[in-house]
């Protein structure tokens, strides 16, 4: 079985910092894309951003500038640095994978989801 776990979140104040982790174990081949996604309150989840294996990064406009994604493929590892936070950046972050378990197939995996909650 696979298993994505968060990490990191928390409460911060305005204008603060917190580093997001997210960590993949399992029966892995190897990890393709890997992203963060978001659900703030009464809110569909969103697009936060991704990287792709070669290190490609998409992010939403809301967090360009503010937000980086990294990862680590040999220890199956993604993180968030996320600067400047505002209110609005105030829900449940949720890390995703492309996993493969062979050469060509992969599924896509969740996390349970960490909350972070931004205070004015």
């Known amino acids: 079985q696979v298993q994505l776990v968060e990490s990191g979140g928390g409460l911060v104040q305005l204008g603060g910092s917190l580093r997001l982790s997210c960590a993949a174990s399992g029966s892995i081949f190897r990890l393709g894309a890997m992203g963060w996604y978001r659900q703030g309150p009464g809110k569909q989840r969103e697009l936060v951003t991704t990287?792709?294996?070669?290190?490609?990064?998409n992010y939403a406009d809301s967090v360009k500038s503010r937000f980086t994604i990294s990862r680590d493929i040999a220890k199956k590892m993604v993180y968030l640095q996320m600067n400047a936070l505002a209110p609005e950046d105030t829900a449940v972050y949720y890390c995703n994978a492309e996993v493969f378990r062979n050469a060509y197939y992969y599924s896509t995996y969740w996390g349970q989801g960490t909350q972070v909650t931004v205070s004015s």
């Open positions: 990287i792709t294996s070669d290190g490609t990064t």
